[in-house]
């Protein structure tokens, strides 16, 4: 009954800037840490980004200094602003967040968005 849903995908040359958003909602009680990750084809899913509730960060080196994530709390919304984008940032990228349920079954749950296509070319 919880729902990550993403938005901010899309085409962008190199050198661009996309900013991605993911909301979550649902039975939720708190949400721990919150992040992205990343897929390309033929590539493991990897970790891009990650958030901690109090706000301290983790970045990937292949994105650190170009991407900043951030978070809202009080939306329940994780962020993602990619600048400096290079044709080696295209995949299909996916939010998580790691949350405690408000409502049966109550536990801890990694929960995943839908995934946004980011694609750089020119």
């Known amino acids: 009954q919880v729902q990550l849903v993403e938005s901010g995908g899309g085409l962008v040359q190199p050198g661009g800037s996309l900013g991605l958003s993911c909301t979550a909602s649902?039975?939720?009680?708190?949400?721990?840490?919150m992040g992205w990750y990343r897929q390309a084809p033929g590539n493991e899913r990897e970790l891009v980004a990650s958030?901690?509730?109090?706000?301290?960060?983790n970045y990937d080196d292949s994105v650190k200094g170009r991407f900043t994530i951030a978070r809202d709390n009080a939306k329940n919304t994780v962020y993602l602003q990619m600048n400096s984008l290079k044709p080696e940032d295209t995949a299909v990228y996916y939010c998580?967040?790691?949350?405690?349920?408000?409502?049966?079954?109550?536990?801890?749950?990694?929960?995943w968005g839908q995934g946004t296509q980011v694609t750089v070319s020119s």
């Open positions: 649902g039975s939720i009680s708190s949400i721990n840490d």
């Open positions: 998580t967040a790691n949350i405690w349920r408000s409502f049966p079954p109550y536990g801890r749950y990694d929960c």
């Open positions: 958030i901690t509730s109090s706000g301290r960060t």
